[in-house]
């Protein structure tokens, strides 16, 4: 991933998504690119900063990385990037944009 990707994450996502740590931050992979996959995942819509704890813990306890998913932090492979993440600390959902920034997710109804 390039230095300049990384370095747009870590400024739109100043603490991990999942707890608020704003220490040992790394950008993870929304949608998983499996064993050095494709490099068209390393955009800012596909990435988003987590603990290194919890990063760990997505991949490899089932039921967090259950939780993972229900929240946006994790993506199955069929799924878009336009699907909102669950932010703990603002406890509202955005939708991570192409631009490397986060907009407030609405439903058709203006729900949150």
Partial sequence: MKASIRKMVLARDPYCFHCGESNDLVV????????????????PEWLMAVCAVYNGEMESVAWVGAAARSSGHKLRSWEDHSLPVFDVVTQLWYVLKTNGTKEIYEDEEGYY
């Avoid at 992979?29 to 955009?43: E, I, P, V, W, Y």
């Fill in 28 to 43: 993870h992979h929304r949608r998983n690119r499996g064993h050095g996959g494709s490099k068209l995942l390393d955009k």
